[in-house]
Structures are given as structure tokens and as C-alpha cells.
């Protein structure tokens, strides 16, 4: 049973850093496509960051192209978000979920079958 906890969120003033993690508690990461959503108050949940679990091809929205960088790491089934040069823009609850089927496109929401709590962002300016 996948089983995802995030950790990392806070408060954070514009151009700072915060790295995200997402661990899979039931360890049974295997084949599966893991992504990062957020979603600000009052908006859709949108696509952040994705990466194969296999092989490790990353994907990326264009508003944190650059400035962010997915990872994973297998011995510890976790899976990182690194994010530097934040902005005001990024304040969101930030989602880690896993896809185990790859039937859509990484971006879509739908496609993650799995979803953790969420964990806060807010960026000051």
C-alpha cells in the first residue's frame, strides 16, 4: 500500500530555498511515475514537477523551469523537490502523488492514483 508523507514546507522570503520531500511509508515505490502538484487558495491544482522512478526522466512546468529540481533517492523510497529563487507566486499547498499506470500525461492530475496530505509553502515578499 503506497502510503506518501511530504515534509519540508514553511515560510520563506522571495529568492530563498526549500527542498520538499516525499516518502513512500509502505515502500513499494517500484515502476511508477511521481509527481508534484500545488495548488493556491481560490485555484486549480497544477503540475509542478515529474520524474520516472525508473530511468529518472524529469518534466517540468515552465513557471519553475530553472529554478526547481525534482529527485529521488531509492534506498530511502523518497522523493525530493528542491526549489531556489522562490517567488510570492509559488505560495501553494504543495502535493507529492504516484502514478502507477502512465495511461495519461504527466501532468494531469488524474492520472496520480495516490496523493499525500500536502505540505504549505508561503513565500514573502
Known amino acids: 500500500q503506497v502510503q506518501l508523507v511530504e515534509s519540508g514546507g514553511g515560510l520563506v522570503q522571495a529568492g530563498g530555498s526549500l527542498r520538499l520531500s516525499c516518502a513512500d511509508t509502505?515502500?513499494?515505490?517500484?515502476?511508477?511515475?511521481m509527481g508534484w502538484f500545488r495548488q493556491a487558495p481560490g485555484k486549480e491544482r497544477e503540475f509542478v514537477a515529474a520524474?520516472?522512478?525508473?530511468?529518472?526522466?524529469?518534466y517540468y512546468a515552465d513557471s519553475v523551469k530553472g529554478r526547481f529540481t525534482i529527485s529521488r533517492d531509492n534506498a530511502d523510497n523518497t522523493v525530493y523537490l528542491q526549489m531556489n529563487s522562490l517567488k510570492p507566486e509559488d505560495t501553494a499547498v504543495y502535493y507529492c502523488?504516484?502514478?502507477?499506470?502512465?495511461?495519461?500525461?504527466?501532468?494531469?492530475?488524474?492520472?496520480?492514483?495516490?496523493w499525500g496530505q500536502g505540505t504549505q509553502v508561503t513565500v514573502s515578499s
Open positions: 502523488a504516484a502514478d502507477p499506470y502512465f495511461s495519461m500525461p504527466y501532468s494531469y492530475p488524474l492520472a496520480y492514483k495516490y
Open positions: 509502505g515502500r513499494t515505490f517500484s515502476n511508477y511515475r
Open positions: 520524474i520516472n522512478w525508473i530511468g529518472g526522466n524529469t
